[in-house]
């Protein structure tokens, strides 16, 4: 559902120009930009767990849960910048092909105040839209699956 949310956010956004730099061969269609890469999941799988039963309702609830359990937040409207960073870049470790992605993600989103604007604001999403758009950005060679 984590994936889900962000995935339907990145589609109004996605259609930056680096983004169609990755075309392949397996020919023309119109599905979302976000359902052609395939980013691994970012959460904490106990976060997530705990976030998920019972499953917040609405795009903001349910992110928000989980910045809030992973540290993410100082409070509502306030990102704890250096407990994302750490996060991303820990992540990248595990996923080293993602590197570039992460920096842009960390520069875009973690080191910049970032507004998605849903209909109230929402620091959580915000924040998490906005490194799903900059990692489809640069999302790496092996993961883009269209």
């Known amino acids: 559902m984590f994936k889900s949310i962000v ?26 930009l976000s359902v052609c890469c ?10 997530l767990e705990k976030c998920s ?4 309702p609405g795009p903001c609830d ?18 704890n910048v250096d407990a994302y960073k750490a996060h991303l870049t820990k992540w990248e470790e595990e996923h080293k092909s993602w590197k570039v992605a992460v920096d842009r ?10 507004r998605q604007y849903l ?8 924040v998490f839209t906005c490194t799903g758009i900059a990692m489809l950005k640069k999302c790496p060679e092996a993961a883009w699956k269209c």
Not at 17 to 24: C, F, G, I, Q, T
Not at 38 to 47: A, C, R, V
């Open 7 to 32: 995935f339907c956010a990145l589609v109004i956004v996605a259609s930056h120009a680096d983004v169609l730099k990755k075309r392949d061969s397996k020919g023309a269609s119109l599905k979302p």
């Open 105 to 114: 993600a960390i520069e875009e989103c973690a080191n910049n105040q970032t």
């Open 119 to 126: 209909d109230f604001p929402c620091k959580a999403y915000d």
């Open 62 to 79: 349910d992110i928000q849960c989980i910045f809030e359990a992973s540290g993410f937040l100082i409070d509502r409207n306030t990102l």
């Open 38 to 47: 395939d980013i691994p999941e970012l959460g904490d799988p106990k976060n």
């Open 53 to 56: 039963n019972p499953k917040m």
